[in-house]
Every structure is written in structure tokens, then in C-alpha cells.
């Protein structure tokens, strides 16, 4: 409680505070010359007589007032109280003018620029010449007293002066901490944000690849038995295949379930030659003249992924939007690359055959991953998918 009463108290003065500072300097300054202080400056008096006391304020009043505006034009206020402490100096010496000027150099250094810090400090060390020089010639070359005067000077205005950077300085230090941590901060949130992102990219590609092509499977080989006259062996033959891509996007719903409870495996399920030949016989129980070798030995397991996956995304478009047409795939192993290749020709789209093109566009994502080349587009009568991957276990 009293913590956040002693907070709020310190706003409201930050606040008021160029009102408040020259308000208690002026009533300093009537204390001051009630209680007598003047002549601190008298080897410099050039009053020909006796002067109260009371006339110290006609400098240090006017000089409240000028601190008035030291945050608007600290420079100038400097300049204007400087010039009543000189004349201060030589006439009444009183304190309430001293007391203004430094709080109106402190001012000047704290919000100045380091070049205009180093003037002012240049500044500074002529006066204290300049002063030591007047000191000497009023003091009649009585050079001990003209260096105290000098050293005094120099002392109270010098530490006024390294405070007042001092301080400036923690502050932009305390400004340069506060900066690096906001960017921390943003930096540490584009991260999440990146990595959720990539989260749900990886999610999305694994579902497409992995759940899409089955469920799509069995679409399109139950519209196929339903498309052609009742046969019994044709349709337990489409049965089967539906119930095989069934069981095989239930397997990859559970992997993919226990890896994003756990979090202990990859969230990519692995492909085989295995799935090599149930997509081929596949896509010829759909109708397909496929045409494809055995596939691809002895490449590292990236871009056997990759091969496999191209290869399972190229047949189903061909059984979803070219129904009977005739298939290429080939895949080259060349010394430090692997072509892969599958055009078809002829063939008609099914019905409602409509596509968003990820597959497609997630394919090329995964080729460039791996820094290949991919690219699928149409070709005389027909589609073709390409890519070319890097492989350095192939000799």
C-alpha cells in the first residue's frame, strides 16, 4: 500500500515537475536572503557599497522563471541564467541564482546530444579559466586564493555537469535493455508463430499425403464398382481394395493420433517399397495402364520419401481426373541425382473430380526442401510430373 502511495506521488511530481522545481528554488531563494547569504562571490563585487541581502532576488526570481521553459529551450535558458549569475556575481553574489543555473546545466546536459554535451563541456572548462584569470587579477595575483575560487567552481559546476550525463546515460542504457527486450519478445513470438505454422504445415502435408490418398482411393474404386453392371467378383474385388485403403488410413490415423498425444515419434509415417506396389496395383484396379519398373534402390531415406510420395500423390490425380489412361513412371538414378517422371496420356476426369492443388503444390515444397526441382503441368494430351532430387549416397 504504501509502495503504490509512494509510486503515485512520484508520478504526479514527474508530472508537475517544471512547474514545482522553480517554485520551490524561488521560495529557496527568499529563505536564502532572509537568512542573510550573499558576498559568497565578493572578490568579484564591483558594488561600490553595501547592498541587503534582499536583492539577490532581483536575479534569482527572473531566473525561476526562465527554468520555467529549460526543457523546451534548455539551451537558451542556460544562456539567459548564465548571464544573471554573471551579473549576480559581480553585484550581490547571492545563492538562489547559483542554486537555478545548476539546475538549468543539469537540464541542458541531461536532454543534449553528445556533440552538443562536448561543447557544453568545453564551454564549462573556459569558465573555470576564465574565472581562475578574473579571481587572479581581483585577488591582485594572490594565485592560492584565484585556484580555490577556479577549483570551487570547477568542482561544484563539474559535478553537476557528470551528473547530469551520468544519469542521462543509465537512462539510455535502461531505454537500450527495454528496446532489446521488446525485440526479444517479438522475436521469441515470430518464432512461436513460426513454429506453429510449421506445425500445422507439417500436419496438413502428413494428412494429404498419408489419409487423403486413401479415403480418395476408396471414393474412387466404389465409384468405379458402382459405375459398371452388378458382378459379383468385381465388386468383392472393389470391396477389398476398399477395405485395404481403409485399413491403411486407419493405421495412419492412429500413428499420427499417437505421435500428436505423445509427441515421442516423427509426425511423418514412413513409406516402403511396400507402398510402391500398392499404389501401382492400385491405380490399375482403378482403370489405370500403368506402366512402372520396380522401385528405387539404395537412396537415402529423405529422398526415398520423397520419390515414394511423388510418385502415390502423381497416380491418384491420374485416377481422380484421368480415369483409363496410360501411365509412365520412371524413375533414373544418375551419379548424384534421382529423376522422377510419370506422364499420362488420354483418360477423362471423373466425376466431381475437383482438386485444390495442394498435393501438388506440398510435392514442390518437398522437393525444394531437399534442394531439387520440380514441376507438373500439362503436355500433349496429357499430364506429366516432374522432379529431380539430389542424392549424395548414390555414386
Known amino acids: 500500500?504504501?509502495?503504490?502511495?509512494?509510486?503515485?506521488?512520484?508520478?504526479?511530481?514527474?508530472?508537475?515537475?517544471?512547474?514545482?522545481?522553480?517554485?520551490?528554488?524561488?521560495?529557496?531563494?527568499?529563505?536564502?536572503?532572509?537568512?542573510?547569504?550573499?558576498?559568497?562571490?565578493?572578490?568579484?563585487?564591483?558594488?561600490?557599497?553595501?547592498?541587503s541581502p534582499w536583492w539577490a532576488l532581483a536575479f534569482a526570481l527572473p531566473a525561476c522563471a526562465l527554468a520555467l521553459a529549460k526543457r523546451r529551450h534548455p539551451l537558451i535558458v542556460?544562456?539567459?541564467?548564465?548571464?544573471?549569475?554573471i551579473a549576480d556575481m559581480l553585484t550581490i553574489g547571492g545563492i538562489g541564482t547559483l542554486v537555478v543555473l545548476l539546475d538549468v546545466l543539469w537540464t541542458a546536459v541531461f536532454v543534449a546530444q553528445?556533440?552538443?554535451?562536448?561543447?557544453?563541456?568545453?564551454?564549462?572548462?573556459?569558465?573555470?579559466?576564465?574565472?581562475?584569470?578574473?579571481?587572479?587579477?581581483?585577488?591582485?595575483?594572490?594565485?592560492?586564493?584565484?585556484?580555490?575560487?577556479?577549483?570551487?567552481?570547477?568542482?561544484?559546476?563539474?559535478?553537476?555537469?557528470?551528473?547530469?550525463?551520468?544519469?542521462?546515460?543509465?537512462?539510455?542504457?535502461?531505454?537500450?535493455?527495454?528496446?532489446?527486450?521488446?525485440?526479444?519478445?517479438?522475436?521469441?513470438?515470430?518464432?512461436?508463430?513460426?513454429?506453429?505454422?510449421?506445425?500445422?504445415?507439417?500436419?496438413?502435408?502428413?494428412l494429404h499425403d498419408t489419409i487423403a490418398g486413401?479415403?480418395?482411393?476408396?471414393?474412387?474404386?466404389?465409384?468405379?464398382?458402382?459405375?459398371?453392371?452388378?458382378?459379383?467378383?468385381?465388386?468383392?474385388?472393389?470391396?477389398?481394395?476398399?477395405r485395404t485403403a481403409g485399413l491403411d488410413a486407419h493405421t495412419a490415423l492412429r500413428t499420427m493420433i499417437a505421435v500428436l498425444r505423445d509427441g515421442e515419434s516423427d509426425l511423418a509415417v514412413p513409406l516402403g517399397p511396400a507402398d510402391w506396389d500398392r499404389a501401382v496395383d492400385g491405380a490399375r484396379r482403378s482403370g489405370l495402364a500403368v506402366h512402372a519398373g520396380a522401385p528405387p534402390q539404395g537412396l537415402s531415406a529423405p529422398v526415398e520419401q520423397a520419390v515414394l510420395r511423388i510418385v502415390r500423390e502423381a497416380l491418384t490425380n491420374c485416377e481422380r481426373h484421368a480415369a483409363g489412361a496410360v501411365v509412365e513412371v520412371q524413375v533414373d538414378q544418375e551419379p548424384g541425382w534421382v529423376r522422377v517422371t510419370i506422364e499420362s496420356r488420354g483418360g477423362s476426369p471423373r466425376a466431381q473430380a475437383t482438386g485444390s492443388g495442394w498435393g501438388l503444390s506440398m510435392l514442390g515444397e518437398r522437393v525444394r526442401a531437399l534442394e531439387g526441382t520440380f514441376s507438373a503441368g500439362p503436355v500433349a494430351d496429357g499430364w506429366s510430373v516432374r522432379a529431380a532430387i539430389p542424392d549424395g549416397r548414390h555414386p
Open 1 to 51: 500500500m504504501h509502495g503504490r502511495e509512494r509510486s503515485q506521488r512520484g508520478a504526479w511530481y514527474q508530472r508537475h515537475r517544471w512547474l514545482l522545481d522553480p517554485f520551490a528554488m524561488a521560495a529557496l531563494s527568499v529563505v536564502f536572503a532572509a537568512l542573510g547569504f550573499h558576498g559568497i562571490w565578493g572578490p568579484f563585487s564591483v558594488a561600490g557599497s553595501e547592498l
Open 78 to 85: 542556460l544562456a539567459l541564467v548564465s548571464a544573471l549569475f
Open 114 to 206: 553528445p556533440r552538443t554535451r562536448r561543447i557544453l563541456s568545453w564551454l564549462l572548462v573556459g569558465a573555470v579559466i576564465v574565472l581562475f584569470v578574473a579571481a587572479l587579477l581581483a585577488t591582485g595575483g594572490e594565485f592560492p586564493a584565484a585556484f580555490v575560487i577556479a577549483l570551487q567552481f570547477g568542482a561544484i559546476f563539474g559535478t553537476d555537469y557528470w551528473w547530469a550525463v551520468a544519469v542521462s546515460q543509465a537512462n539510455e542504457l535502461a531505454e537500450l535493455h527495454r528496446l532489446r527486450a521488446e525485440e526479444v519478445q517479438r522475436q521469441a513470438a515470430q518464432d512461436r508463430e513460426s513454429a506453429v505454422r510449421r506445425e500445422r504445415e507439417s500436419m496438413a502435408r502428413e
Open 214 to 242: 486413401h479415403v480418395m482411393a476408396m471414393a474412387i474404386r466404389s465409384e468405379a464398382a458402382l459405375s459398371i453392371a452388378p458382378d459379383e467378383r468385381a465388386d468383392r474385388a472393389a470391396l477389398q481394395a476398399v
